[in-house]
């Protein structure tokens, strides 16, 4: 009896709990969430926005040309692909080489004692010197001192030693070429003003057609990015502008297309495109810029309901956010210009997730 007592006695101490003592065997309720933060925001930037253009080129070496020879047979060619320095050779007709010399003006005539003074003399000196058959300054005279140099020179490379050079044996060009590709084959007649070799300088640059809507965009010294095959950027300058013409027809004739205005862009590092020889390319130039503003993702912007737009700012040390109207100004790059009441650099606003 005892025993039993005992269990009764603790089953009504059990009941009494569960009566009196409820609310204490109740898990406590959990304190209100806050609530989250958003999860993407960003900052608004102050500073310059450009708006970009994106344009289609062709990339390339620059000032591609052909080289014509004196008459006779073709007996040898720099291969294609090659470059050729100053005092190398380009070709040979007759077995006679045809040499590279530095100098902007093309050869107009033989050098020769008795001949009249000139530009040409003086970078005809000036080459002598770079290959070291002359020491006197250069100057635009043909005097003992031109002759004595030219002898040494065709000494040196085994040439016939006359003192003189004929027209068709030197080629001038600013600096170094690079063979493109040879117009005739070894063993072909040769011909005054008859195209031998095709080549290029060592620079390159890109080629765009801008339409005319575009053309306020191809202004000469301007900085545009350029990017190449693979995704590499890389930056160029406009170093030409050409005037309107109409575009090349293509293989079928093609039908009546829109003038175009030829830009050439060069670039300012050759050597990102070195491994490239021809390629399609995209060009960006910058069509407009605002400095100095303020301006944040295009995804920050809210349509307002009553008109407009706006963003919601996320309140300092605060989980809470507000909107506030802004008026927008210059969109580009993803990017939008903004301006509003209690909108400055570095208010952190929400973006709508991608």
């Known amino acids: ?30 304190p209100a969430a806050e609530k989250p933060p958003p999860r993407n925001t960003a900052e608004i930037v102050r500073g310059d926005l450009s708006e970009q253009t994106l344009v289609q080129g062709a990339l390339g070496h620059t000032g591609e040309r052909t080289i014509s020879g004196g008459a006779g047979t073709l007996t040898s ?17 007759d077995n006679v080489p045809v040499v590279l010399f530095s100098g902007s003006l093309p050869q107009w005539r033989d050098f020769a004692l008795g001949m009249s003074n000139g530009p040409d003399v003086q ?11 002359f020491w006197a300054d250069a100057d635009e005279v043909f005097d003992e001192n031109t002759r004595v140099g030219i002898r040494l020179w065709q000494e040196g490379t085994g040439r016939t030693v006359t003192g003189e050079i004929g027209l068709g044996e030197i080629h001038f060009a600013p600096g170094p070429l690079r063979v493109a590709a040879a117009e005739l084959a070894t063993g072909a007649p040769t011909a005054p003003g008859t195209a031998i070799l095709r080549v290029t300088d060592l620079g390159k640059s890109v080629t765009v057609n801008l339409k005319l809507a575009q053309q306020k965009l191809a202004v000469v010294g301007a900085a545009v990015e350029i990017e190449l095959p693979g995704g590499t950027k890389t930056a160029g300058t406009i170093t030409a502008v050409e005037p309107p013409r109409e575009p090349e027809k293509d293989a079928q004739g093609g039908g009546d297309t829109p003038p175009v205005v030829p830009v050439t862009v060069t670039l300012d590092d050759p ?27 295009v995804g920050a912007l809210l349509a307002l309901p009553g008109g407009g737009y706006g963003v919601e700012v996320v309140q300092s040390g605060k989980r809470a956010t507000r909107q506030v109207p802004v008026e927008t100004g210059l969109f580009a790059g993803g990017l939008v210009e903004v301006s509003g009441e209690g909108i400055d650099g570095g208010t952190v606003v929400v973006v709508a997730e991608s």
Do not use: C, H
Request: aromatic content about 6%.
């Open 1 to 30: 009896m005892r025993k039993i007592w005992i269990v009764a006695a603790a089953a009504v101490a059990v009941a009494g709990l569960a009566t009196t003592g409820f609310v204490l065997l109740r898990p406590a309720a959990a």
């Open 77 to 93: 060619l720099a291969a294609a692909g090659s470059t050729v320095a100053v005092g190398g050779e380009l070709f040979a007709v």
């Open 123 to 133: 970078q005809l000196e000036a080459s002598l010197a770079e290959l070291g058959y």
């Open 271 to 297: 050597d990102a495109a070195a491994t490239i020889d021809r390629a399609t390319v995209r060009v960006s130039f910058t069509s407009e810029t605002r400095e100095n503003v303020l301006s944040v993702p």
